[in-house]
């Protein structure tokens, strides 16, 4: 008799980390989001060590916390290390892997392979989250090498500063570090939700660098443009703040703040959490698309 085999999770896990990982291009973009994170966390080190330098020189010029002077200078006083090297690798890293997290998908049902995956794996949903947890992974593996890589070029750059909290243990360090990483998988996810939802590569990426990127600047800006003589905004422009603070890129970006603003509609982590929610309403779309359209 011969054996059967029962298609389980697990298995349909394997075969998606096969898939993903047997294409050129996903170690290429994996690569290339490394490089692009070190070179980011090297540049910002350089530019903070640049400023503190400048402020040494200068104790009138602008950057100096109210009241204090170059001798008072504590670590801290001018920023962290660990808030510049998650700020480096949520750039053009971010970026970068947003696009691979929607090529996951949207590949597949440009090239018609979604069919056979479908075929062989019938239950549609396990096939998505099985990419979904893919996704995941693949994200903290591009983040985790960049901020082990980029931390001590940064540290190193940065060795001598006066100014600077260069400490990877402290209680916020690794709140920023722990969130960051949060924040990035969800914004993967959500992008892959959108890919999942959307199955066009152009109109994924388009959807997804239009929220995560250009409507938080365009609603900053629309905000400013209101009334740009107003230290604390009021009538349309507090509205439009307050509806930005809940977009997924500003919701997500509270939890790596050194000093949360004082205005600060959410905390660090209910900012996660409403990028939760977002991440977790874009899978719940796509599974609803994927079990009621045809491939």
């Not at 059967?4 to 994996?30: G, N």
């Not at 392979?113 to 989250?129: C, K």
């Not at 969800?186 to 997804?208: D, E, H, K, N, Y």
Request: with cysteine.
């Amino acid at each position: 008799m011969a054996r059967t085999y029962k298609l389980t999770f697990p298995r349909i896990l394997r075969s998606e980390w096969i898939k993903i990982f047997s294409l050129r291009s996903t170690w290429w973009i994996m690569l290339v989001a490394i490089a692009a994170n070190v070179g980011m966390c090297a540049a910002m080190a350089g530019v903070a060590l640049l400023n503190e330098h400048q402020i040494l020189a200068n104790p009138d010029a602008a950057g100096l916390p109210p009241g204090l002077r170059p001798d008072d200078l504590q670590p801290g006083d001018l920023g962290m290390l660990t808030f510049d090297m998650t700020q480096a690798c949520g750039f053009f890293g971010q970026l970068i892997f947003v696009i691979l997290s929607i090529l996951i998908i949207t590949n597949e049902y440009s090239s018609g392979m979604i069919r056979s995956t479908f075929t062989i794996a019938p239950r549609r949903g396990r096939v998505l989250i099985a990419k979904i947890v893919v996704v995941a992974i693949l994200c903290v593996i591009v983040f985790s090498v960049s901020l082990a890589a980029g931390w001590p070029l940064g540290h190193m750059i940065l060795e001598n500063s006066l100014g600077t909290d260069l400490s990877l243990t402290s209680p916020t360090s690794l709140r920023i570090l722990a969130g960051f990483m949060v924040d990035m998988v969800l914004v993967a996810v959500f992008c892959f939700g959108l890919g999942a939802t959307i199955r066009s590569t152009p109109g994924s990426i388009g959807a997804a660098v239009g929220i995560i990127l250009v409507l938080p600047i365009a609603i900053g800006a629309l905000t400013g443009a209101i009334s740009p003589t107003q230290n604390q905004p009021t009538g349309w422009r507090k509205w439009l703040s307050d509806i930005s603070a809940f977009l997924p890129t500003n919701a997500g970006s509270t939890v790596v703040q050194v000093h949360p603003a004082a205005d600060a509609i959410l905390t660090s982590w209910q900012g996660i959490g409403v990028l939760g929610i977002w991440a977790a309403a874009s899978v719940v779309v796509a599974l609803m698309v994927t079990w009621r359209r045809d491939v």
